[in-house]
């Protein structure tokens, strides 16, 4: 199975738009050992041949323009695409977004829960992507999922778990408690296995904890690509850019006793690569004490153009 990361960085890239705090501003003027991103998202493939996009960012036609193998191919029809199907974690714009940028009534299949697929249901603008052309399958929790196009399986499962997390920003509900609205199916994990080999990995790009039942699932797995949003969980506050913690924004921080890297030191995990990292985070930076951290806990950073083959 081949894995690309098309897009390493949290809601909004690296930088961030209207971002100049230090990490961003690092960024901006092309510092030495900083290397800028596009949003969350990982193209896989069983045959080198058919795609599977797991989220669509807002950045897709940037990340499709920089990878050869998602081009439309030079021998096939006059309008035709590798990417078959795309399966989404959660109901994010960071996530969703870029379905908006498959539309030209393309054949596709899309993959979520059944709560993130009633958002797509419920903003009419996803219609863009044709009933007559863009088949839209819930997920069942749980179990391994056949991703398929067309009826042609794509040679890879997909088993999608909950995890503690929250509902997408923008529908966040006050008046319903601590939990904002937040309900079953908003925020999973995946666990993806190509069928030929039986290798697999997991991808997690927003948790909010690492319960007993996730560790429970990850120990000795061979690869995590896990939430890496923030380094710290007050780190937005620190800086000045926002009054919200990493667990009110859903999201578990790398560092600290309640942090990933704490959380996933006895897991036995072989590969460990943080995904989905915010503009914010010192983590970006080669060479900086959090980076350093970060290496010798033996996590990697994800970057966009980086390539798994499993
Ligand atoms: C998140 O991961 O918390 C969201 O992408 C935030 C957002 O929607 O801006
Ligand atoms: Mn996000």
Redesign the pocket.
Known sequence: MLIKILGAA???GFPQWNCNAATSRAAWSNAAGVKPCTQSSLAISADGDRWILLNASPDIRQQIAATQALHPRAKGTLRNSPIQAVVLTNA???HVAGLLSLRERHPLTIYGSSRVLDVLAANSIFNVLHPDHVTRRPLVLGEPNAIAHHGRYLGITVEPFGVPGKI??YLEDAAAGPGLGTREGDTIGLKVTATATGHAFYYLP?CAAVDAGLRQRLRGSSLVFFDG?LFTDDELVKQGLSDKTGAR???ISMAGPDGAMAAFADLDVARRIFI?INTSNPAWIEGSPERREIEAAGWEIACDGMEVRL
């Open positions: 949290a809601g909004g994010d714009v960071d997408a920003l927003a949003t924004m859903g999201h989905h």
